[in-house]
C-alpha cells in the first residue's frame, strides 16, 4: 500500500502492537500508535527505500518460533 502524504497510516498484524507511517516532504515518519506523544524516529527517503527493500529481501524476518 503506497504510503499517503502527510496523512499517518496505522500498520498492525494483531490490532495490539500498531506503528503509524507517515510521508511527508522531507521524509517518513514512524512513531508507535500506542504512544503518538512520544514522538516519532525520522528516516531519509534512501533510509526508509533500503529499508522496505530488505524487508520485501526477508533480511529482517524473525527465526522460526520467535513469537
Known sequence: MPL?????????????NCVEVMLT???VLVRN???PDAG???FTFAEWDSHTQ??????FD???GTL
Open 25 to 27: 516532504e522531507t521524509e
Open 40 to 42: 516519532a524516529v525520522s
Open 33 to 35: 500508535s500506542n504512544r
Open 62 to 64: 524473525l527465526p522460526a
Open 54 to 59: 530488505g524487508h520485501k529481501l526477508g533480511h
Open 4 to 16: 499517503q502524504p502527510n496523512t499517518w497510516t496505522k500498520f498492525s498484524d494483531n490490532g495490539n
